[in-house]
């Protein structure tokens, strides 16, 4: 299994709603990632997990909290957005959190917030 | 500290046509890890091709390769027998400590028939 699986694949949201993204991985890697894609860009790390503590994170607004529950599971909590935060929202995982950072990644959340 | 850098924003090849990607990074690691990435429509990123820096021979995958130039810090892929399939967004990518991947700014590959 090569895969990891992002839930929902499209999400809209409203600046006062409260809600989570979901990625999972089954290949026992133990580094994963956050990141934010706009149209056209290259995609901005946000966050590191590794071995399941947060590693790095990319001065990212409070207003998006991650957690890692267990090895397998990331999450990434929103509330209070913006619409600046509208984008492309991919997870990803890696053996390990070193310089072989070959990176597997989800097919992304598309968020808009309204 | 590590910077990559695409050039071009976008290339086009028609099918079955060779075309080459260019990439430069620059780093103060002695060891790191190069990646090619391709986006398609689709979203997903895909791992392309992946070429690390001690390994003096070139990567190759199939129709995709690599031309490293530790030298010059120059990371080219070339893509054989261009494919319609082979149409995405195409990131250069460097590995770097603690797990964080620097990507550059991307090339838009169009494939005409």
């Known amino acids: 299994d090569t895969e990891v699986t992002q839930t929902p694949k499209h999400l809209v949201m409203g600046m006062t709603n409260k809600k989570s993204l979901k990625c999972e991985q089954h290949m026992g890697h133990r580094a994963m990632y956050w990141y934010k894609q706009k149209a056209k860009k290259p995609p901005e790390l946000m966050f590191v997990?590794?071995?399941?503590?947060?590693?790095i994170n990319e001065s990212v607004p409070s207003r998006f909290s991650p957690e890692c529950p267990n090895s397998s599971l990331l999450n990434l909590h929103l509330h209070a957005l913006q619409p600046e935060d509208s984008a492309l929202y991919l997870c990803?995982?890696?053996?390990?959190?070193?310089?072989?950072?070959?990176?597997?990644f989800g097919q992304g959340t598309r968020l808009t917030v309204v | 500290a590590q910077t990559v850098t695409q050039s071009q924003p976008e290339m086009s090849v028609q099918e079955a046509e060779t075309v080459t990607l260019s990439c430069t990074y620059d780093t103060s690691e002695s060891d790191y890890y190069l990646f090619w990435y391709k986006q398609p429509p689709s979203r997903q990123m895909i791992l392309v091709i992946r070429?690390?820096?001690?390994?003096?021979q070139n990567a190759t995958e199939n129709r995709f390769s690599v031309n490293f130039q530790k030298a010059a810090k120059s990371f080219s892929l070339k893509i054989s027998d261009s494919q319609l399939g082979d149409a995405a967004m195409y990131f250069c990518a460097g590995g770097t400590s603690y797990g964080k991947l620097t990507f550059g700014q991307g090339t838009i590959l169009t494939v005409h028939p």
């Open positions: 997990y590794s071995y399941e503590k947060l590693s």
């Open positions: 070429q690390e820096a001690y390994k003096q």
């Open positions: 990803a995982s890696s053996r390990g959190g070193g310089k072989d950072t070959e990176a597997f």
